[in-house]
């Protein structure tokens, strides 16, 4: 008898995360439930964003709305990075953006943070994972996320979006031990946010680490992959696969060869041959299709992602996907396109059998 994790185990994008056989490259794409999507937007004029993100009927909705549309071979859950911050006692709206109140730029405010309990400050995410889990295919996974420990801080230290993120990297040259002290604040309360969305129902964790391309490789190794190898170690027992995505983290590779994180998410700014070079053969990587390729014509598109497909050869421990989130304006017939061909191109039927249950 094939026991629940070896079920479980046997699904394409689990089974691509462990570097296993699998019958098809399995795809997902970031930010898939979204605003491209016209019953999102139905859902979206109906509610604020703060809203639909505390409302788990509503981020259940949205989470399992790409899936009703597309043969995808995962969910990822309708939130955003900075919501388990409220919990810590940041003000916070969005202005589209995230904007908080009250920066964080000294070590009493650091200080001043909260600890996060899950169960207490962020119930309706755990809820909507639940009522996510009830409502997907068996063959389909859920992934959980959260915000990577220095893309928060970016946040928290400027207040709200920026190009460049002027203020944060400059924190951590002027103030580097308070840098790290908020850093190690984040990590542990991002290690308690995914262990909650585990025991919840997901399948899958992710760190978007949306920032952290910004630093140069010493500083990037400094602070944010410290403050990451913090929040993984306490994560390891979970026993589900942990995906570590760098945007813009192309000269960053080699950094995280050694990071124990079962995937590297990949953005389109290298070739994925060069990255798994990097990364050495203990990373599966998941990526990394430029999301403006999806305005190519059909038969453009299936060359872009045939480039892709090739760059891995067939390898094991490859997840499509985008190389960042999926553009507001995009056809959703370009993604139904770009998802048939992927499966049919990589299609495998001798490691079908490697991978029944």
């Known amino acids: 008898m094939t026991s629940s994790l070896g079920r479980a185990e046997s699904l394409p994008f689990l089974a691509a995360c462990r570097r296993q056989p699998v019958p098809y490259t399995p795809i997902w794409i970031m930010r898939q439930a979204g605003r491209y999507l016209p019953e999102y937007r139905r859902v979206r004029s109906q509610a604020e964003f703060a809203a639909l993100l505390r409302s788990p ?14 043969p995808l071979d995962a969910a990822i859950l309708f939130s955003d990075i900075m919501t388990p911050l409220t919990g810590m006692g940041v003000d916070l709206s969005f202005e589209p953006g995230p ?7 000294t070590d009493a405010a650091v ?41 928060l801080l970016c946040y928290l230290v400027c207040g709200r979006p920026s190009k460049e993120f002027g203020a944060a990297r400059s924190f951590l040259y002027s103030s580097p031990q308070s840098a790290q002290r908020l850093l190690d604040r984040l990590a542990d309360a991002m290690a308690a946010y995914l262990r909650a969305q585990a025991a919840a129902g997901a399948q899958a964790l992710m760190l978007f680490e949306s920032w952290a391309g910004l630093l140069a ?7 944010a992959l410290r403050a990451v190898r913090r ?34 998410g990949v953005d389109w700014r290298s070739p994925l041959g060069v990255v798994r070079q990097a990364l050495g053969p203990g990373k599966a990587v998941q990526g990394n299709l430029d999301p403006a390729a999806l305005f190519a014509s059909p038969q453009d598109l299936r060359e872009h992602a045939g480039r892709v497909l090739d760059q891995v050869a067939g390898a094991p421990g490859h997840v499509f996907n985008l190389g960042h989130g ?20 990589s299609s495998r039927p001798a490691a079908i059998g490697a991978n029944a249950t």
Do not use: K
């Open 57 to 70: 009927e509503l981020a259940a909705e949205v989470t399992l709305q790409p899936l009703r549309r597309f």
């Open 99 to 105: 904007v908080v109140r009250e920066p964080i730029r």
């Open 111 to 151: 200080d001043a943070l909260g600890d996060l309990l899950p169960e207490r400050d962020v119930p309706f995410v755990l809820e909507s994972i639940r009522l996510v889990r009830a409502g997907l295919p068996r063959t389909v996974p859920l992934i959980g996320f959260a915000g990577g420990p220095f893309t």
């Open 217 to 223: 490789p010493h500083e990037f190794e400094r602070f």
């Open 231 to 264: 929040t993984v170690a306490a994560l390891r027992d979970t026993a589900v696969p942990l995906i570590y995505y760098v945007n813009q983290g192309s000269a960053l590779m080699r950094c995280v060869a050694d990071l124990d994180v079962d995937v590297i």
């Open 326 to 345: 999926i553009w507001p304006e995009t056809d959703p017939d370009a993604v139904a396109r770009l998802i048939d061909y992927v499966h049919e191109r």
